[in-house]
């Protein structure tokens, strides 16, 4: 279940407050939908960093003078620079709602022989419980071999999550690479060989 994450309401705005919050140890955040108006907040910059990083779709519980809210992060802004966190923007959802997300693909084992795996489909839109949303998807390749390719149909998903994405999209393909063939040692020879002679042959024109 998602952690609570407590938060204060903004009573300044422009770029002037939101530097004077982030210098303070705060990050601005915005909270929105359900048909409600959007709520300006801030949270702890510490606490709001552990429970966003490694997770672009961090589930997190608000708490707002009491009131606790379930939100799920939909954009990090950060600082190009310092990657700090400059603000967040967060959609309210609730414990038994399904929602659109996007998910990387991961790869696992080895491939059979010289084989490797191609990841096609860098990262999956998926529909799933809001409190149930996977990190990643994994997909094991432990002794595929060369030509084999995967698509979303073979994919195994978690329970209650389905993919949003035409089922032949491919997502992994498995195959030998192909190495271009470098001339032969006697080609190679008199082409390095006939260089120095035109150059000498241009320089003398």
Same mark, same amino acid.
């Given at each position: #279940?998602?952690?609570?994450?407590?938060?204060?309401?903004?009573?300044?705005?422009?770029?002037?407050?939101?530097?004077?919050?982030?210098?303070?140890?705060? +990050?601005?955040?915005?909270?929105?939908?359900?048909?409600?108006?959007?709520?300006?907040?801030?949270? *702890?910059?510490?606490?709001?960093?552990?429970?966003?990083?490694?997770?672009?779709?961090?589930?997190?519980?608000? &708490?707002? *003078?009491?009131?606790?809210?379930?939100?799920?992060?939909? *954009?990090?802004?950060?600082?190009?620079?310092?990657?700090?966190?400059?603000?967040?923007?967060?959609?309210?959802?609730?414990?038994?709602?399904?929602?659109?997300?996007?998910?990387?693909?991961?790869?696992?084992?080895?491939?059979?022989?010289?084989?490797?795996? +191609?990841? &096609?489909?860098?990262?999956?839109?998926? #529909?799933?419980?809001?409190?149930?949303?996977?990190?990643?998807?994994?997909?094991?390749?432990?002794?595929?071999? &060369?030509?084999?390719?995967?698509?979303?149909?073979?994919?195994?998903?978690?329970?209650?999550?389905?993919? #949003?994405? *035409?089922? &032949?999209?491919?997502?992994?393909?498995?195959?030998?690479? +192909?190495?271009?063939?470098?001339?032969?040692?006697?080609?190679?020879?008199?082409?390095?060989?006939?260089?120095?002679?035109?150059?000498?042959?241009? /320089? /003398?024109?």
């Amino acid at each position: #279940m998602a952690d609570v994450v407590y938060a204060s309401t903004r009573t300044e705005f422009g770029k002037g407050a939101s530097r004077r919050l982030r210098a303070a140890g705060r +990050t601005p955040a915005v909270v929105y939908g359900f048909g409600e108006a959007p709520a300006h907040i801030h949270f *702890d910059a510490h606490d709001i960093f552990l429970e966003v990083r490694g997770n672009a779709n961090a589930l997190i519980k608000i &708490d707002l *003078d009491g009131k606790e809210q379930l939100a799920l992060v939909k *954009d990090v802004q950060r600082n190009p620079l310092s990657r700090i966190i400059e603000h967040i923007d967060l959609l309210r959802v609730k414990a038994d709602q399904k929602v659109e997300v996007e998910v990387p693909v991961v790869v696992e084992g080895e491939p059979l022989g010289a084989a490797i795996a +191609t990841v &096609d489909l860098l990262n999956v839109l998926l #529909m799933a419980p809001a409190t149930a949303i996977p990190e990643a998807i994994t997909i094991n390749v432990e002794g595929a071999e &060369d030509g084999t390719i995967i698509r979303l149909a073979d994919v195994e998903f978690p329970a209650n999550v389905e993919a #949003m994405e *035409d089922p &032949d999209t491919t997502v992994v393909t498995i195959a030998i690479p +192909t190495v271009e063939e470098l001339p032969a040692a006697e080609e190679a020879t008199e082409e390095a060989a006939e260089e120095p002679a035109a150059a000498e042959e241009e /320089a /003398a024109e």
